[in-house]
C-alpha cells in the first residue's frame, strides 16, 4: 500500500506536471523531488513529519569514544 501512495504522489506531483525532454531531465527531475519527499514534504501518516524526521529522529544513539 505504501508503495502505491508513493508512486501515485511521484506521478501526479512530478511527472505528469513535468515534460522531459531528455532521461537525464527525467534523472534531475525525480532526484529533486524525492529530496523534497523525504525532506521536506510533511506526511499526515508520520504524524505530519517528514521521513527524514522520523528515520533520523529514530536512529540508535552511537556508543560514545573512552
Do not use: C, I
Not at 522531459?20 to 531531465?25: E, G, K, P, R, T
Not at 527525467?26 to 523531488?33: I, Q, V
Not at 519527499?37 to 533520523?56: K, S
Request: proline content about 6%; cysteine-free.
Amino acid at each position: 500500500m505504501f508503495v502505491e501512495r508513493l508512486w501515485k504522489s511521484v506521478k501526479y506531483e512530478e511527472v505528469y506536471l513535468y515534460a522531459y525532454d531528455s532521461v537525464n531531465d527525467a534523472k534531475r527531475g525525480l532526484e529533486t523531488y524525492f529530496k523534497f519527499y523525504n525532506q521536506n514534504r510533511p506526511h499526515t501518516a508520520l504524524d505530519d513529519q517528514t521521513p527524514d524526521e522520523v528515520y533520523f529522529d529514530n536512529l540508535p544513539a552511537l556508543p560514545k569514544a573512552a
